[in-house]
Structures are given as structure tokens and as C-alpha cells.
């Protein structure tokens, strides 16, 4: 899935369940992202819940692109249910993983692993890179690029690993998101940016070659993750990220 000639980014907003899926669905959101967040940035949603949520989300939009978080690599309980088709990204940390050697082989071994449980569809995946490698134990963000543009990988997710500690823009200053998406742009890969962004984060986001904005937060009750999706709050991200694209040369 590329987005690469594209003038407005697609929106990505994670939901935990079938009703938020198809809240989502019914806002006109580009990609719909199951992920649990209480159980940390790439937190998998239990097979049941996101079986059954995909069958709410098919009776809504069967044509929903849909994107998986499927927790970390270092963690013995990554696993991927089977489910429909439509799923166009997969997304696996690379937490605690940032002083083993052999970092990247285990992570193309963990993706091997869960595409074997993927059935009716075809996905790719994006690299994860966390800006907070640092509290995260894991690879720094130039190392991640580097992994993307040498492997299979369709690009990469700048992402925040703790939600409670800061925000992409606390990690990663704009300047530097901005070289390092002009790299992976120019060799014909996707840049998706998250962590807690906000409506105010959009009018410098949107000057740099980015596809996909993804959010939680700012689409939730109070900006507060773990709380239910809200349409109004929704809305308005969306309508801000439309304006604002709109006017982008």
C-alpha cells in the first residue's frame, strides 16, 4: 500500500474493539489500527475481540484497510490470530531489544513466525521506530531506517514506546523527522508518524513528506488513550488534518 504521490496523509486511528472499529469506519477514517492500549504502544487486541470486530467492521465497510499491532519482538506471547482480509500493515516492536546483537534477525524470525498465522490476506509491514528508544531498550530510530531501507519492510512508524513520558516532538525534533522521512521517501517507502500527536503538531507535520498521521489519543474522551473513542473529538482531528492538507502546495 503506498501513498507516495498523495497530497493529504491518511488518517490511522487505533480502536480496541468492534464498536470503535466501526466508529472509525463511519467517521470515513482511511485506516483502522486494532490495537489494546493498556497494554502498552503495540499492545495485540485478544483473538476474540478483534475476530468478532472484524466481522462488525466487514458489515460496515468490507473494503476497510486495516493495520495490526502485534506487540514485541521479545515478548514469548507474540502471536497473530487468523483473520479476514483487508489487513494491509503489520507493526512488531523492537523493545529491550536495543543491546542484542542479533536485534534484526530476530525480528525478521518473529515476523516470519506471525505472517504463517495470517490468512486471506497479504500484509506488510511497517518498522516501528520508537523516538524514546532509549527508555524503550531499544535500536535507535537511525538504526530502524537503516533496517527499512536495506530490507522488506513498506516503511516506517515513528512512534513513542511509554505514553506517559512524552511526545514524539519531545523525542525527535521536527527538523530531524524531517530528514530522515525525505530519506525514506526518496527510496519509495512510507512514513507514518504517532505518539501522542495533537491538532497542533499538524501545521509542521504537514510540511514534511508524510502519509499517514496516526492517533489514539486525540480521537479519544479527554485525549486520554484508554478511554472510549469519541466521535466529536474524532471529528475534529480530522477536520483540522483536512483544512490544513487542503491548503498544502
Known amino acids: 500500500m503506498r501513498f507516495r504521490d498523495e497530497k493529504t496523509p491518511r488518517l490511522l486511528v487505533s480502536v480496541r474493539n468492534g464498536a470503535e472499529a466501526v466508529l472509525a469506519a463511519q467517521?470515513?477514517?482511511?485506516?483502522?489500527d486494532f490495537k489494546e492500549p493498556s497494554d502498552g504502544a503495540l499492545g495485540p487486541v485478544a483473538p476474540q475481540v478483534l475476530q468478532q470486530a472484524?466481522?462488525?467492521?466487514?458489515?460496515v465497510n468490507p473494503a476497510a484497510h486495516i493495520t495490526l499491532?502485534?506487540?514485541?519482538?521479545?515478548?514469548?506471547?507474540?502471536?497473530?490470530?487468523?483473520?479476514?482480509?483487508?489487513?494491509?500493515?503489520?507493526?512488531?516492536?523492537?523493545?529491550?531489544?536495543?543491546?542484542?546483537?542479533?536485534?534484526?534477525?530476530?525480528?525478521?524470525?518473529?515476523?516470519?513466525?506471525?505472517?504463517?498465522?495470517v490468512q486471506g490476506s497479504e500484509p506488510g509491514w511497517m518498522g516501528v521506530a520508537y523516538v524514546d528508544a532509549e527508555a524503550a531498550g531499544a535500536p535507535?530510530?537511525?538504526?530502524?531506517?537503516?533496517?527499512?531501507?536495506?530490507?522488506?519492510?513498506?516503511?516506517?512508524l515513528f512512534d513513542t514506546c511509554s505514553k506517559q513520558s512524552g511526545r514524539?516532538?519531545?523525542?525527535?525534533?521536527?527538523?530531524?523527522?524531517?530528514?530522515?522521512?525525505?530519506?525514506?521517501?526518496?527510496a519509495g517507502r512510507v512514513v507514518a508518524v504517532a505518539g501522542r500527536l495533537r491538532g497542533e503538531d499538524l501545521p509542521a507535520l504537514l510540511q514534511m513528506p508524510v502519509d499517514v498521521v496516526a492517533i489514539r489519543s486525540a480521537a479519544c474522551l479527554g485525549n486520554a488513550r484508554n478511554q472510549a473513542?469519541?466521535?466529536?473529538?474524532?471529528?475534529?482531528?480530522?477536520?483540522?488534518?483536512?483544512?490544513?492538507?487542503?491548503?498544502?502546495?
Do not use: M, Y
Open 69 to 117: 499491532a502485534c506487540g514485541e519482538v521479545i515478548d514469548a506471547a507474540n502471536f497473530l490470530p487468523r483473520t479476514a482480509s483487508g489487513v494491509c500493515w503489520l507493526k512488531l516492536g523492537l523493545a529491550r531489544l536495543g543491546q542484542v546483537s542479533d536485534w534484526r534477525e530476530q525480528w525478521r524470525h518473529a515476523r516470519t513466525r506471525i505472517l504463517q498465522a
Open 140 to 156: 535507535p530510530v537511525d538504526e530502524i531506517v537503516a533496517a527499512v531501507l536495506a530490507g522488506d519492510c513498506d516503511g516506517v
Open 27 to 32: 467517521a470515513g477514517v482511511d485506516l483502522i
Open 168 to 186: 514524539l516532538p519531545d523525542f525527535l525534533p521536527f527538523d530531524r523527522l524531517e530528514r530522515l522521512a525525505a530519506k525514506l521517501k526518496a
Open 229 to 249: 473513542l469519541c466521535q466529536t473529538t474524532l471529528q475534529e482531528f480530522q477536520s483540522q488534518l483536512r483544512q490544513l492538507a487542503a491548503g498544502r502546495v
Open 54 to 59: 472484524c466481522r462488525e467492521l466487514s458489515q
